[in-house]
Structure formats: structure tokens, C-alpha cells
């Protein structure tokens, strides 16, 4: 059979019947679309906008902006809903100096490319102004790089599609937002700002496998929940394999563990667990810091207090 000399909608039902196969799933190219679900008489939307960057390297005070990606959309808050893309952006700025190599081996961006060029300041603005919540697919990478460039994300609350989506207890093996969009069906060429914007918008019109809850009002939802990063302030040296294994991150620069939670029940019982397993029923204080949706995933610190065990 020779492809070439078939139309679209006969490589479609090929498609549809090999899918139906149990040995076989087929995926499609990701084609973006600019309306999503319909909107009905009455109905009440706010603004989002899904946000990926592109960079000369990994760390936020030494490295810059090369390439920035926004779609701005409308969203229903009490359903979760992704409905009409209201602005499309993506535009590529010259660091002032050359872009390391191996960077450029992930997304493609070359010194010639970006050579003299600058992003739109007024434009970034104008479309982040009235969204409610910014949302990124590794929004700790990407909110400290913009929060440098452009103060006004200060100002915005911020999602994340890996953090803030418990995508294990989903039984979703992997968070990696091609992975996540191979699920749903599709694939596409990842690691460009624009590009991976899309993705992420389709993926938040999906509906998890297991909440059965739109991926959208997931992370919605998260915006009320409280955050908090527990600190295991002087903990024994022995207990740092322990630490670990719990999920607990080694911070240098003030030489303590912590860890990110959600929720108060989470936070009661990680005290509990610290008090027991940490500083085996002895005296300690731990510190604790409140992370709202101005500070999440940012490089900014939240509110702290002293919890004493």
C-alpha cells in the first residue's frame, strides 16, 4: 500500500481502526487550535496564560532569556474549562553573548538567530495584565528567569503542571510534558517555546486518568490549597540518608533539609514524622515557610515561622 496515493480521511480510518488494535497505539502530530470547549449564555471566564522560556543556561542570576512563549486564554474557574486562545507570543532576544553550545543542541537556537533582536517588553505586559495565573510545565525553572526580566510576574500567581498535578498518584509513570502529551494521543516537536506552549494547553484540556478531573481544575484548586516548604532546622547528621529517601532537599547555602507540602493534614503529620524519626522524640524547633500562589515556584521566600516539636 502506498501511502502517498491515499487522502486524508482514508490515513484517518487507518489510523482509527490500528488504534482500536490492543497492540497498537497511534499517535498524531499536535496541531494547535485556537477554541477549545464552547461557551454558553451566562457563563463567567477568566485569563490564563501558559508561559515556557528558552535559555542561554540553567541558572537564573547567571544566565538570560533567549526565547519567550505565551498563549493567553479563557478559562472557566468553577469548571476548569479551556476555552477560546485570546493571544499568541513568541519572540526570540540576544543575550550579548554567545550561547553556549550545548544549549543550543537542546533547542536550536543559534547566535544568528537571536543576533539584534529583542522582546517586546510592552507586549509582555499587555498580554500578562489582567491573566489571573500564570502556568508553566516546570514553573520553578521558568518564573525565576522571567520574574528577572520582567518584575510585573512579580505580581502574578503561578501554577505548575508537574509540581502542582500529583501526577504518580494519577498513575502516570513520568511528568516529562511529552510523555504526558503521548497519552493523550499526540506527539510534537518539544523544546521550543511556542511549541511547548501548545502542548501544555492541550494537556490542560485533558481530563486525569484517575481524579477524572479536568488537569486545568487541578491546578486550579491548588491555588487554595496552602503550601508550605518545612525546614528540618538542625537535624542530626546521621539522619540525612533517612531525610532523602522521605523527600527532603539539601539547601547549601543555610545547610538545612527542607521540603515542599500541601495542605495542613500533610504538615501535621511531616511534624509528627520529623518529631519521631528526625529527633527521635527530643526537643527541637523546625521552620516553617507559607508559600501562596505570589511566591510558589519562585526564588523568592514566603512568610516564616518557628513550629516547636
Known sequence: MNLSELSSQDILELAQALNQHPDYHVLRRLLPRQQFSPTTAGQVLQKAVVLDTETTGL????????????????????????HGVTAVFDELEDPGRPIPPETTQVHHITDEMVRGKRIDDARVHQIIADATVIIAHNAAFDRPFVESRWPAFEQKQWVCSIKDIDWKSEGVGSAKLEYLLQTQGFFYEAHRAETD????????????????????LRLLESLNQPQVRLYATGSPFDSKDLLKARGYRWAPE?????????????????????????????????DIETLGGLVRHSARQGQKSTQVL
Request: proline share 4%; net charge negative.
Open 197 to 216: 506552549c501548545w502542548a501544555l494547553l492541550e494537556l490542560l484540556n485533558a481530563v486525569l486518568p484517575q481524579s477524572q478531573q479536568p488537569a486545568l
Open 59 to 82: 541558572s537564573a542570576q547567571d544566565d538570560q532569556v533567549i526565547e519567550l512563549g505565551m498563549i493567553a486564554f479563557e478559562f472557566d474557574p468553577v469548571l476548569g474549562t479551556v
Open 254 to 286: 543555610i545547610k538545612c533539609w527542607h521540603r515542599q507540602l500541601g495542605g495542613d493534614k500533610a504538615l501535621q503529620e511531616e511534624l509528627s514524622w520529623l518529631k519521631n524519626k528526625v529527633y527521635q522524640g527530643k526537643r527541637a524547633s523546625v
